[in-house]
């Protein structure tokens, strides 16, 4: 678990100023124990089986939390993947063919036959992908994605249901999907959908459950070779104060029930898939910086740190707040006053704050803060490293994981050999 014990953040039972010393920052750390632990409140809390859980591997594909994610889902895990690279992380972290979907957009039939020649199942986007796979494949199993015309999510960039989006095929439009798997003896296995991510109302998430299965319902004579229905990822996390976890028993026993009710109309036991990356990963990993300068202007106390945006990039893609914690004074001692401040980054670009939401700048409440000092920035198990990049030609960050009392790299840190090319 991640925890604060006598003013100091712990990570596991290591305190982060220690692995901050250790490997040096800024570094990637993760606690083991908490990603087997959300893995178990997903399998608990939907008592519906048999479940599929696919875990969106985009959220975090380092090999070692792969690894620990297939160990702690047993039958019922399996990865979400959207490129030939993250099937090739699934198949190397030691999921089976069998276990793998390729969810992507815009794919070419390079990609697709890739899929195929590992027997990955192909999820298709579009009624294009599916008549091309269905000439690659002719007479296999498919899947295939619904936009159900709603979305959700915490931004704009990922809901993915609605007019505005490109993925899946267009509800109005799912008719003709018949058509050409009965041109190729394409049998539908699957059907899916994905609104958006970051989603913490469940209703939402329940709405859009709702619609798909009736979409199936009416053309249920064509889903005579139905054997699941993804209702995609998107349960959110909280990042802010002020947000909550959900409550995953009252949502689980709905989502159940829902599924359940559909299945005996139905006359099919089906499976119940979803495809959770943040859920599983986020609140497991931080990113650890040092403070390496403090300035002001007449608008903000800047307190520089030695990572930026190209080491997490949703502060300045989304407005997405992470809570900021001083690793050996997280709460603040006594008789301190909190300080308002900017945490920013090392990185050449204005936006290069940590502490920002959408319109720009928002500062936050310290402890007073020293040059040396490290710092934590927390919830960054998902979409973090896994977004990383090298702009300003900075190689990317260690990852580390920590279980109970001992830390070890899971990656290794990026040297200069790494970002220049030819060198
Ligand atoms: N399934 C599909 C088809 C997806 O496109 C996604 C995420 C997921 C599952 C997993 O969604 P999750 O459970 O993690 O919300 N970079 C953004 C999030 C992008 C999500 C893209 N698709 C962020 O940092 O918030």
């Not at 080491?311 to 690793?327: E, F, K, N, Q, T």
Request: net charge positive; with cysteine.
């Amino acid at each position: 678990m991640i925890s604060v014990k006598n003013n100091r953040l712990f990570v596991g039972d290591v305190a982060a100023s220690d692995l901050a010393k250790r490997f040096g920052t800024p570094a990637y750390v993760y606690d083991e124990e908490t990603v087997r632990s959300k893995v178990r409140a997903l399998f608990q809390g939907i008592s519906y089986r048999p479940l599929k859980v696919y875990y969106a591997a985009k959220a975090n594909t380092n090999l070692a939390i792969l690894k620990i994610i297939r160990e702690e889902g047993g039958q019922g895990i399996g990865i979400d993947a959207v490129s030939v690279g993250e099937i090739e992380c699934a198949l190397k972290a030691g999921f089976r063919p069998g276990q793998v979907i390729f969810t992507s957009t815009s794919v070419t039939d390079e990609e697709m036959k890739f899929a195929i020649a590992k027997k990955v199942l192909v999820n298709c986007d579009s009624l294009s992908q599916l008549e091309r796979y269905g000439k690659l494949a002719p007479g296999s199993k498919v899947c295939f994605r619904v936009n159900p015309d709603v979305g959700a999510g915490h931004h704009g960039h990922v809901i993915t249901g609605g007019p505005e989006s490109k993925f899946g095929v267009w509800v109005d439009d799912v008719g003709r999907a018949f058509g050409i798997a009965a041109k190729y003896r394409l049998k539908i296995v699957g059907i899916h959908e994905h609104i958006g991510s970051g989603i913490l109302e469940t209703g939402k998430f329940l709405a859009a459950m709702k619609i798909l299965l009736t979409i199936i319902d009416k053309h249920r004579d064509k889903f005579s070779d139905l054997e699941f229905v993804d209702f995609g990822g998107g349960i959110g996390v909280p990042y802010r104060p002020d947000q909550k976890q959900i409550d995953f028993k009252v949502f689980g026993s709905a989502v159940s029930t829902l599924f359940a009710d559909f299945c005996r109309s139905f006359g099919k036991k089906l499976s119940l898939a979803i495809e959770p990356g943040r859920f599983i990963v986020a609140e497991s990993g931080l990113l650890l910086c040092t403070v390496n300068t403090v300035k002001r202007t007449p608008a903000h106390k800047f307190v520089g740190v030695d990572t930026g945006f190209n080491h997490l990039i949703r502060p300045m893609a989304y407005g997405s707040y992470h809570p900021i914690i001083v690793a050996e004074n997280c709460n603040g001692n006594a008789g301190e006053k909190k300080e308002k401040v900017a945490v920013c980054g090392n990185i050449c670009e204005s936006g290069d704050v940590f502490t920002r939401n959408e319109e720009g700048i928002a500062d936050r409440e310290l402890p007073p803060i020293k040059e040396g000092a490290v710092l934590a920035i927390l919830v960054a198990g998902a979409y973090g490293f896994s977004m990383a990049s090298t702009y300003n030609t900075r190689p990317r960050p260690p990852e580390i994981l920590v279980s109970g009392r001992n830390a070890k790299i899971i990656r290794r840190k990026e040297d200069l050999a790494h970002v220049i090319y030819g060198m």
